[in-house]
Each structure stands twice: as structure tokens, then as C-alpha cells.
């Protein structure tokens, strides 16, 4: 009996003295997001997995593409819909729409605008997405309701994004024009891992 209650006793000045994450709040001033990704598409063909480092604020998006030596392998800077992917082992560049791009790498045909309300917000808009054949899963975080995981079906395509950090950061997101150092290429050349 005096093992249990000790047991007990110990139990509960364990679980009293884990430090509980503190809900992040937008600092003051100009701020950014930034989400790390984690995720899994299959296709029917083949596999893919990998990790995403997403940060934006109001007016621009840069996704950062991580090859399995945890190295920047693409990186993808947005300004609405309009982006540029980069490829700075071969030094050259793609521009286009940030459908055309997520359409070619997942199979998926999404905004850019539609993937932050999905992931950020947590609001999916069904109608839009039921005329293309997509449909949205989402997992939220009991304590936060943010989303922690949405999953896409397109067909045979599947989808899954894991959030595995969200957090608010001062400053601004800088976009860089590599037009004058680097070649412009198609998208299939700078996607192409050769």
C-alpha cells in the first residue's frame, strides 16, 4: 500500500513539474510565420518523402526544400501566385505560377493562397477543391486548434503534411533576385536531380 501511494505521489510531482509550451502570439511589429513541414506523397508509382521549412509574412512566401543529408536542395521564393524555384547546385531557375509547380512536383493543384488557408487557418475550401477532385483531411491540435496534419487525395495521389513547429518570428521575408546570377531553365531541368 505505502509503495502505491508513493508510486502515486511520485506520478504526480512528475507530471507537476513539466513546463507547459507557451502558446505563441504575433510579436509587435513587422513579423513573419514560419512552419516546418514534414511530408509523404504517394502516387500509385512511387514514394516521396521530405522536409519543408515554410516562412511568410503579408506580401511574400519562401519554402525551403531539405535533401536527406538535411541540406537547402530547391528553394522556392513567392510573391502571390508568382514564384521563382531555384536549384542552387546547378545555378538556375524556373519562374511560374505556384499552381503549375505544385501540379507538376505533387500531382496536386493548388494556390498558394489555398495551401495557407488549409495549413495556417485550418479552413479548406470544399467547393473549390471538390471541382478539381480534392479532398482535404485535417488533424488540429486539441489544445491550439491549429492544424498539425492535413492529408490530400487526388485520385491515386495521396498527400500528407505533418507541421512539426509553428512559430512567429520579428522581421520580414526578403526575396532575392537571382535573374543576374542564375541561367532561367524549365521547370522539368531544375526539378531534375541528376
Given amino acids: 500500500m505505502l509503495k502505491k501511494i508513493i508510486t502515486l505521489l511520485g506520478i504526480v510531482l512528475f507530471i507537476s513539474c513539466q513546463t507547459r509550451k507557451p502558446e505563441l502570439l504575433p510579436p509587435s511589429g513587422p513579423y513573419f510565420q514560419s512552419l516546418s513541414i514534414k511530408f509523404n506523397l504517394h ?48 545555378k538556375i531557375f524556373w519562374k511560374g505560377e505556384f ?11 493548388l494556390t498558394l493562397d489555398d495551401l495557407k488557408q488549409i495549413l495556417v487557418k485550418g479552413l479548406v475550401p470544399q ?15 486539441n489544445r491550439t486548434g491549429a ?4 492529408r490530400f487525395r487526388l485520385g491515386s495521389t495521396d498527400l500528407t503534411l505533418r507541421i512539426s513547429r509553428r512559430e512567429f518570428r520579428p ?15 524549365d521547370l522539368e531541368s531544375v526539378l531534375d536531380d541528376d
Avoid: C, M
Wanted: net charge positive; aromatic share 12%; proline share 2%.
Fill in 171 to 185: 522581421g520580414q521575408i526578403i526575396l532575392i533576385d537571382y535573374s543576374g546570377r542564375y541561367q532561367a531553365a
Fill in 99 to 109: 499552381v503549375s509547380l505544385l501540379h507538376q512536383l505533387w500531382g496536386i493543384e
Fill in 147 to 150: 492544424p498539425e496534419r492535413a
Fill in 127 to 141: 467547393t473549390k477543391l471538390a471541382g478539381k477532385g480534392i479532398s482535404v483531411f485535417l488533424k488540429k491540435d
Fill in 43 to 90: 502516387d500509385g508509382e512511387s514514394k516521396q518523402n521530405g522536409r519543408i521549412h515554410w516562412r511568410f509574412d503579408e506580401r511574400y512566401a519562401k519554402f525551403l526544400f531539405f535533401t536527406p543529408l538535411n541540406q537547402v536542395g530547391l528553394e522556392l521564393n513567392a510573391a502571390g501566385e508568382e514564384t521563382v524555384l531555384l536549384n542552387f547546385a546547378k
